[in-house]
C-alpha cells in the first residue's frame, strides 16, 4: 500500500479550523517544515506523524463538543454522531484517508469510489468495515473524573455492655447506614489482619471496613480504585451519587483520612513528556511543593506490536509533592500503566490516555469532601487545586487541559460488579506456565498429580467468602478433570513428534 499519508493533511487541518501556525506550535516544528511536509515536498519523522495525527484528531474532538451537546456521547446511538458520508465522518472524526484505508484494509481507489458513492464489488461489506474502524475514533468527552481511592474514619456507633465499641454491631450499621448494604453476615469476609490501631479486617468484594477498640480510632471504611467501581454499582442500585454518599458521612460524624480525585484525559490533550521537558527548561512551577519526581517505564516489544508508529515505548510519569504530605499529584501516561499492568497491547487499551490523580489527606481531605457535599461541584474543587499549585509556562497543550470547560464536567461513575480480574491476571502470569509443565509431564508419566492435586486443595476463608458473594456455594459445585487419560488423548507438545 503506498502511504500517502500527507495528500489529505492540509485540507482535514483546514476542517478543523487549525491554521499552519497553531498545529506547528503545539506539535515543536517550524511553520516552513509543517508546510513542507503538508506538500509532501519532505517527509515526516514517525515521531512527528504520529503526533501530528494526534492532535489532528484532538481537535476533532475540541470541534464536536464546541458544536454538539455532549451530554449523550456516551450513547451509541446519539443522533449528532449519525454521520452518513465516509468522507465527512473522516474529517469529523480526524482520521486520515491512510488511516481509514490500511484499518479498513481497502485499496485507495475503491476508497475514493465509496466516497463518491459509487458502487464497488462488495459495497456493503466494504461500508461495514469502514464503519466499524471508524467506531473506534468517534468523539467522546475528553475529560471526566472520577473519585478513585477514599477512606473515611468513623466513630463507634453502637456500644456493648460495656460502653466499649461493639465490633459486629459497628460493622453492620456501617454497612447498613452508610453504605446502604444490607448482607447476611456469612456473606462478609472477616480476618484478624493488623493495621495500625485496626485488628480486623471485613470485605464486600473491594470495599474493606477496619475495626479498632479505641475509641479514637473506631471503623475505618476504604475504597480503593476497583472498590470505588464496586461501590458506584451499589450507588446506582440505590438511586444515589458520590454526593448523596459524602453527605451521609458527615452525617455519622464521618473524617476523612485520604481523598484521591483521578482527572482524566481520555484523547491525549496533555502530553506527560512534553511536561517533563518544560520542567527541565525551567518552565514550571509547583509552589511550595520541593518534592518532585519524573521516572520512566519501558513497555517490551509485544506490547507495541498493534501500536501506532512513532509512538514511544517508554511511559512517563511526574509526581509532585511527598507521600505523606497533605497534598500530592501524580501526572502519567494512564494508556501505558494499563497495558503493563494487564499485559495487553498498547493499541488494544482504548479510552483514557492519560491522567492527573489529586491526592488528598486529613485535614484538606475532609475540607474537599464538605465542599463537594455543599457546592456539588466536582470540576470546580479539582481543577481549582491544580491551577492553584501547578504552572506550566509556554505549553499550549497544559493550557487548554486546565483552561475552561473544567465547569461542565461532571462526576464520572464506571460501576462495575465485582469481578476476580486481579487474581486471574496473577494466575495467569504466574501459575499456568508451572500448570502447564506439570500437565505435560503427567501425560507423559501417565500419572495423575495435577487432578489429584485441585481435589485436595482446601480454600481460604476469604476464597469462600468470595464464592458467596458470588452466589456460588462449593460443595454444589462438581470441578472437571484437568486432564484426561494419558492413552485418551494426544498431547500437543508430541504431535508430529514420531514423523521428525
Known amino acids: 500500500m503506498v502511504d500517502n499519508w500527507h ?5 482535514r487541518r483546514k476542517f478543523l479550523g487549525l491554521t499552519q501556525k497553531t498545529l506547528s506550535e503545539i506539535v515543536g516544528v517550524s511553520r516552513e517544515h509543517l508546510g513542507l511536509v503538508e506538500r509532501g515536498q ?19 474532538v475540541l470541534r464536536h463538543c464546541k458544536q454538539t451537546d455532549c451530554s449523550d456521547c456516551k450513547e451509541a446511538e446519539a443522533p449528532h454522531l449519525q454521520i452518513e458520508g465516509i468522507k465527512e465522518k473522516q474529517l469529523q472524526y480526524g482520521v486520515s484517508r491512510f488511516e481509514v484505508m490500511r484499518g479498513a484494509l481497502i485499496t485507495e481507489d475503491d476508497l475514493q469510489a465509496l466516497e463518491c458513492r459509487e458502487l464497488i464489488e462488495g459495497s456493503e461489506y466494504w461500508r461495514e468495515q469502514i464503519d466499524e474502524f471508524l467506531s473506534t475514533h468517534r468523539p467522546r468527552c475528553p475529560k471526566e473524573i472520577l473519585i478513585d481511592y477514599v477512606t473515611i474514619r468513623f466513630p463507634h456507633t453502637v456500644k456493648d455492655a460495656a460502653g466499649d465499641g461493639d465490633e459486629h454491631g459497628c460493622i453492620k450499621d456501617i454497612w447498613e447506614s452508610v453504605l446502604g448494604v444490607r448482607i447476611n453476615d456469612d456473606l462478609m469476609y ?34 480503593r480504585g476497583k472498590g470505588c467501581r464496586n461501590f458506584e454499582a451499589i450507588l446506582q442500585a440505590q438511586g444515589w451519587d458520590w454526593y448523596d454518599f459524602f453527605d451521609k458521612c458527615l452525617e455519622r460524624q464521618g473524617s476523612v483520612t485520604r481523598l484521591d480525585i483521578a482527572v482524566d484525559d481520555t484523547i491525549g490533550l496533555l502530553s506527560i513528556p512534553e511536561l517533563i521537558e518544560k520542567r527541565k527548561q525551567g518552565l514550571a512551577d509547583f509552589g511550595r511543593m520541593q518534592s518532585v519526581d519524573c521516572h520512566e517505564s519501558t513497555l517490551p516489544d509485544r506490547l507495541l506490536e498493534e501500536a501506532d508508529v512513532g509512538i514511544s515505548d517508554v511511559g512517563s510519569t511526574i509526581s509532585i509533592g511527598s507521600p505523606r504530605s497533605p497534598i500530592r499529584f501524580c501526572l502519567y501516561e494512564k494508556n501505558y500503566e494499563q497495558a503493563k499492568k494487564q499485559g ?31 457546592q456539588r461541584d466536582i470540576g470546580g474543587l479539582a481543577f481549582g487545586i491544580i491551577n492553584d499549585k501547578i504552572r ?31 487474581s486471574w491476571r496473577w494466575f495467569v502470569n504466574q501459575c499456568v506456565p508451572t500448570l502447564k509443565y506439570h500437565m505435560i509431564q503427567d501425560i507423559l508419566r501417565d500419572i495423575d498429580r495435577v487432578n489429584d492435586a485441585v481435589r485436595r486443595a482446601k480454600l481460604s476463608s476469604r ?36 514423523n521428525a
Open 463 to 498: 476464597h469462600k467468602a468470595m464464592l458467596k458473594q458470588s452466589g456460588v456455594d462449593e460443595s454444589q459445585v462438581i470441578l472437571p478433570e484437568l486432564l484426561v487419560h494419558a492413552g485418551m488423548v494426544e498431547p500437543y507438545e508430541m504431535r508430529g513428534r514420531s
Open 190 to 223: 472477616r480476618e484478624d489482619k493488623n493495621f495500625h490501631n485496626y485488628t480486623v479486617l471485613y470485605q464486600l468484594f473491594e470495599i474493606t471496613l477496619r475495626f479498632s477498640s479505641k475509641f479514637d480510632s473506631g471503623v475505618l471504611l476504604e475504597m
Open 392 to 422: 506550566f509556562r509556554a505549553c499550549p497543550r497544559w493550557d487548554r487541559f486546565i483552561g475552561k470547560g473544567w465547569e461542565l464536567i461532571q462526576l464520572t461513575t464506571e460501576p462495575e460488579e465485582y469481578t476476580d480480574e486481579r
Open 344 to 374: 495487553r497491547p498498547l493499541g488494544e487499551i482504548l479510552g483514557v490516555k492519560n491522567r492527573v490523580e489529586i491526592r488528598l489527606r486529613d485535614d484538606r481531605a475532609q475540607n474537599a469532601l464538605q465542599y463537594l457535599v455543599s
Open 42 to 60: 519532505e517527509g515526516a519523522s514517525p515521531k512527528l506523524r504520529w503526533s501530528i495525527e494526534q492532535e489532528l484528531k484532538v481537535q476533532a
Open 7 to 11: 495528500l489529505d493533511l492540509g485540507e
